[in-house]
């Protein structure tokens, strides 16, 4: 019974293994071969899509059309019509005052903001006050002696000339009881000790009256100066000493009224970059505390390519075009060209754009009201110029019009 159930089940199995045979055999020979054929032509269907030229997509916005038959293009940068003017501060302060804000319309000279100048304040009252001692001592130079001091100058001089007879009279009557001593000193009446005591009196009395004669001296050239009045140099050195000390306030109000930032033309406020309380450093600077510009007329700084600037000519047509909106456009003014090519700084973000390049700048003019644009915005403009065909001795290039 053993025997025979072992010899069903191998018979089982080798069926089952004949059968898994038989299907993998048929999955090689059919399945395999369907999925490369469908591969192949899967790369046939992509290689040939690809190779056709993509459709063409509309803009999502309408570029401008140009306006000229012959046209130079560049892009262009509104500017205010004085250029842009970066305002900074001569010395680096705190902000204390601020005058004025974006948007504000100002006239030449009209104060912007002020900075710290509390120590100029207290040092200019110090200067003003040594000012006012200086004249005050000049103007008591220039009135003179007061005629109240003559009267005991005089008087001085009286007493001195008193002293001096009051001195000579005692000096007399010393040597008058010193020769009486010494004729008695003969009869042997007078001790020595007493014509020595008289001699020293009459030393004394000598003394006297050289101090009497040095005070008569002093009080009579104390007169004389106080009635020749002030000496002319000691008014020329006051008056150096006035002019000195106003000089030095002066100083300090140049130095107040620099503290005070003020508008170097009339102008629209474009940029406030600084408020009341913070530091100013002073120097130019990448972000200016103010920009400053007049416009009641806007300039538009066209960058041309150099390859094509000798095709642009002094007071050619152009038309200006807001960016975004080919509806809305203006006809230019030629200004100038600015005759120094610079690098190409002003880009438009065109994939076919060159930026290895130089451009020459021209500038136009047009009336703010023309367009509803603003100061820093780019435009794309259209210079009317000569064809590219003509050569260069056909118009006057641009860089020679600019030097005539």
């Known amino acids: 019974m053993e025997r025979q159930r072992d010899g069903v089940g191998s018979a089982v199995a080798s069926k089952v293994w004949v059968e898994q045979t038989q299907e993998f055999s048929m999955f090689r020979t059919l399945v395999i071969p369907l999925l490369a054929v469908a591969g192949t032509i899967f790369a046939v269907v992509t290689v040939v899509k690809g190779s056709l030229p993509p459709n063409a997509t509309a803009p999502v916005i309408e570029p401008a059309r140009p306006p000229y038959a012959s046209f130079v293009a560049g892009a262009g940068l509104i500017e205010a019509s004085s250029e842009n003017v970066a305002i900074g501060a ?10 004025v804000k974006v948007g504000d319309v100002v006239a030449a000279g009209a ?3 002020e900075l710290d100048a509390r120590e100029l304040r207290a040092d200019l009252g110090v200067r003003e006050a040594q000012l006012g001692v200086a004249q005050d001592q000049l103007a008591k130079l220039r009135a003179g002696t007061r005629s109240e001091l003559l009267p005991p100058a005089r008087a001085r001089v009286s007493e001195a000339n008193s002293a001096i007879d009051a001195a000579q009279a005692l000096l007399e009557d010393a040597q008058s009881q010193l020769e009486r001593g010494n004729q008695l000193q003969e009869a042997q009446a007078l001790s020595k000790e007493e014509i020595v005591r008289r001699r020293f009196a009459v030393q004394q009395a000598l003394a006297r009256v050289e101090q009497a004669r040095a005070n008569q001296a002093e009080a009579q050239a104390n007169l004389a100066l106080l009635e020749a009045g002030t000496w002319d140099v000691d008014i020329r050195v006051a008056e150096s000493q006035v002019r000195q000390a106003q000089a030095s306030v002066e100083a300090v109000r140049i130095e107040l009224d620099r503290r005070v930032v003020r508008a170097p033309i009339g102008g629209m406020v474009l940029q406030r970059n600084i408020r009341e309380g913070e530091f100013a450093s002073a120097g130019a600077l990448s972000t200016p505390l103010l920009l400053l510009g007049d416009v009641t007329t806007l300039h538009v700084r066209v960058d041309v390519d150099e390859s094509e600037a000798w095709r642009v000519e002094r007071g050619a047509k152009a038309t200006a075009f807001a960016r975004g909106n080919k509806d809305i ?19 438009t973000g065109s994939s076919t754009e060159r930026v ?13 009201k023309d367009l509803p644009v ?8 259209y210079i009317e110029s000569a064809s590219s065909g003509s050569s260069p001795g056909s118009g006057s290039g641009a860089v020679s019009a600019a030097t005539k």
């Open 356 to 368: 290895d390049t130089r451009v020459l700048q021209v500038v136009f003019s047009f009336a703010p």
């Open 374 to 381: 603003f100061v820093g915005q780019q435009m794309d403009v």
């Open 329 to 347: 456009s203006a006809p230019l003014s030629f200004v100038r060209f600015e005759p120094f090519v610079i690098p190409k700084r002003n880009l």
């Open 90 to 99: 001569p010395v680096g302060a705190l902000v204390t005052k601020m005058h």
């Open 111 to 113: 104060p912007l903001f």
